[in-house]
């Protein structure tokens, strides 16, 4: 179990590569540099690294997704745009399986969780699952007993069987990209709220996923708080960070997205650049959704 | 509560403490002459102003010279009977507040039972039915062990919504964080939910314990030697009621001082995070 030097450690987190883990489980295998040498370049870069097939959530007899399919290359950043109650978060929360799809599967870097058996071994992979796929939440979550080193290094130490020395090392290299150094051992009830938001990113981050889900990230903050919160996403991006973000901040979508899907009612009507979906929307419900969108932001 | 009114940034708020005395020496000068005069109620001395006479109670301080050694050796009796029974009912509260949060019914409805049980029947008669009752079908404990027994089902079921209700009002959002982090169920409730419950019902499990303390005393219904009971030895054949009752409550009363000391300095060390 080695990381290599500090610094390789931490870029292997901002890439969103697992290093030197505890491989235990199948899928872990897979994941390891050593595979990946293998691979040509071309063929790692249009595997995808998320996947999502048909995917449906029912509750009762409403249907909130009907039939998502998505693909995700690594380092892909999509946005993920539509009226509240579309099936946005709901397909995020699926995704990690917070919510239970009621049919389809979730494949992450070849691991595949298919939905709704309530089997020992479906709880197992779950967890397996989690592991890969971060998740920041709109409440920003940040376990409150906790300072933020506590809350960067409780998951790997726990979760990832990290030794404490190098969960820490892992942490703070994390903290001191995302320019948060100084707050290493401050509770969150004294940070503003962009700081808790960049902080529960680096908690995300330090469990090295490979793909990290946004669910509005920036919606329950104050206007002036929302620029930090979104420059910490614009480099995690720049630095190639696979991602899924829920949001209507559309400026940010417009730059940093490679791709933006508009959702409606549980299925993706528009999807592609944002040139496209943003620039030259062709759906008349994506139009007005844009209206009023771009009227706010 | 719900999840939604729990969020993280509303914490501090809900926390809001009212504001310390800020008339410090005020407050103490005023509480050492209430003192004073209920001491002077027991002094003995008669006071005649004008037309208004004025007698005290007279103790028998050669009864409490002779006796209080006596009375005061129940002291480790009454904290040993807490101590064991603050342990037990901790215990019996966590596992039976899991119990109740379980989504198995015949387990969570067992839990029900159990609570409904013991805090809806007297705890003097509990005491009875453990140590009169269970002798008479052949189990036969001592006193200061059913006492102990007793205790701790009493106050664990009290507890045990208490711990439950702290248990709850942990955000929904702690949990799902933990969870997307890929903890367990069991990890997320040890190292998440119960470290921050404990933190919310601390102020309410020190009073538990502080009532418990004294109810100690009911174990001398059931022959337990401790402050109480002595008291009673004490003062029951020499008519000395009021003098051996006053020792054994003193002794209550310091026990408790001493505990809310402590109490208090827990609850100071564990706002920490809210500050």
Redo the contacts between chains.
């Keep these: 179990m080695t990381f290599g030097d500090k610094e390789t450690a931490g870029l292997a987190a901002l890439a969103g590569w697992r290093q030197g883990d505890n491989l235990t489980a199948p899928i872990d295998r897979s994941l390891s540099p050593c595979h990946l040498v293998t691979l040509s370049p071309c063929h790692a870069m249009t595997e995808p690294i998320l996947s999502v097939k048909n995917l449906h959530k029912r509750y009762g007899n409403l249907e909130v997704l009907r039939g998502v399919d998505l693909e995700l290359a690594p380092r892909e950043v999509v946005c993920l745009i539509g009226r509240s109650g579309s099936g946005k978060s709901t397909l995020l929360r699926c995704i ?1 399986f ?1 919510e239970e799809p009621t049919e389809g599967e979730v494949t992450v870097a070849g691991f595949t969780v298919p939905a709704g058996e309530k089997t020992r071994e479906h709880r197992r992979q779950i ?2 699952l ?2 890969r ?3 920041v ?1 709109q ?8 300072t933020v080193l506590e809350n960067l290094i ?2 790997p130490i ?3 069987g990290l030794k404490r020395e190098m969960a820490v090392a892992l942490a703070e290299d994390l903290l001191q990209r995302l320019g948060l150094s100084d707050k290493r051992d401050v ?4 940070l503003s ?1 962009g700081q ?1 938001q960049r902080v ?1 990113i680096a ?2 981050m330090a ?1 090295e996923p490979m793909v990290l889900l946004f669910d509005e990230p920036t919606s ?1 903050l104050d206007p002036e708080l929302t620029g930090e919160v979104l420059q910490t996403m614009r480099y995690l991006a720049r630095e190639g960070t696979t991602m899924i973000v829920v949001t209507h901040e559309m400026s940010f979508a417009r730059d940093v997205a490679d791709r933006v899907i508009f959702m409606d009612q549980g299925v993706f009507v528009e999807q592609g650049p944002p040139s496209q979906v943003i620039g030259a929307p062709k759906d008349a419900r994506l139009r007005s959704f844009l209206d009023l969108g771009l009227g706010r932001g | 509560m719900s999840a939604e009114t729990q969020s993280v940034t509303s914490a501090p708020a809900a926390r809001r403490r009212w504001p310390r005395l800020s008339f410090p020496i005020r407050y103490r000068l005023w509480l050492v002459f209430w003192l004073a005069l209920v001491v002077f109620f027991f002094s003995g001395l008669q006071l005649s102003l004008g037309p208004l006479q004025i007698r005290t109670i007279a103790l028998d301080w050669e009864f409490v010279g002779k006796w209080w050694q006596f009375i005061s050796r129940g002291v480790l009796t009454t904290i040993s009977l807490a101590f064991f029974a603050i342990i037990g009912a901790t215990v019996l509260a966590l596992v039976s507040a899991l119990a109740r949060l379980t989504p198995v019914a015949s387990i969570s409805s067992l839990a029900g039972l159990y609570i409904s049980l013991f805090r809806g029947t007297p705890l003097f008669l509990q005491m009875f039915i453990v140590y009169f009752g269970l002798a008479q079908v052949g189990l036969v404990l001592d006193g200061f062990t059913a006492a102990v027994v007793v205790l701790s089902l009493n106050y664990g079921a009290y507890m045990s919504e208490i711990f439950r209700a702290g248990i709850e009002a942990v955000s929904h959002g702690q949990v799902e964080a933990a969870y997307a982090l890929g903890m367990t169920p069991a990890q997320t409730m040890r190292r998440i939910v119960l470290p921050q419950a404990v933190r919310i019902i601390t102020p309410d499990i020190g009073n538990q314990f502080i009532a418990m303390q004294k109810d100690t005393a009911l174990a001398s219904a059931i022959t337990v030697t401790e402050l109480a009971g002595r008291a009673r030895q004490a003062g029951s054949p020499n008519n000395r009621f009021f003098e051996a009752l006053i020792v054994a409550a003193l002794w209550y009363w310091l026990l408790t001082l001493i505990f809310s000391f402590f109490q208090e300095r827990l609850e100071r060390r564990m706002a920490r995070s809210d500050r």
């Design positions: 990690n917070l967890l397996q989690r592991q796929v971060g998740m939440f409440q920003f979550n940040l376990f409150m007993h906790m409780e998951a726990l979760v990832r509770y969150p009830s004294r709220g808790q529960a908690r995300a469990m329950a």
